[in-house]
């Protein structure tokens, strides 16, 4: 196996994003590209990202490819690629070989692990709304919320979208309408982890745009597309009384 990119900063970007919410991931490799599809400790999230092979300058495998990775040493190597650089990674029997090019040649090599989590396909829902905006915009009421509360409420109509959060003394909400945001909804209702939330919205590093779907009292799915590559999550929703 033999992997190329020219500019690596998406792939160390979106790691150290997923490496917030896992430690370690089974790294797929297949004749279509890189993938990873992990569910978080507490079995309340999910992380998707897949780049496709035509973003590697080379692309070159025998066979599919199921690599177990530690997060937290991938992505203090990728810390390493500056502008300008390429990275290529390479299997070597239990081993992985990160190759860094800029002004010189410097080779990583990391352990490949076992790992014995079960693997879960991404789902595919229908969901009553689907929400796309900035990313900027939505990062804001994020931390917005955050500050009053540990949960907040998504609520959609057809020509408005609403968060908002309530603490024991202070609350926080923003509205969209049609004008500022895309709506594609009918009446739906869910409550979130914000801590969860603020781990999601470090995808807006990767897109400027978000899709938000969801539906009452059902797993949301977040989504941050940039070209070919999507980074996508999954979060349980908050089953309890309102705030």
Known sequence: MLLKLENPKLFAD????ISELVTEVRLKVTKDGM????IDPANVAMVYFKIPNDLFSEFLIEKDQVLGVNLESLKAVLRRCGPGSSLTIEQFENKLKLGIQDRIRRDFTLALIDIE????????WEFKSVIKMDSESFVEVIEDCSIVADACTFHAQPNKFTIEAHGPLNSARAEFSTDEIEIHSDESKARFSLEYLNKFIKGSKISSRVTINFSDNHPMRINFPTGNVLLSFILAPRIEQED
Not at 14 to 17: A, D, K, M, T, Y
Not at 35 to 38: D, E, G, I, R, T
Request: without cysteine; glycine residues 6%.
């Open 35 to 38: 993938s990873v599809n992990a």
């Open 14 to 17: 979106i790691v150290g994003i």
């Open 117 to 124: 989590s079960e693997e879960k396909e991404m789902p595919e």
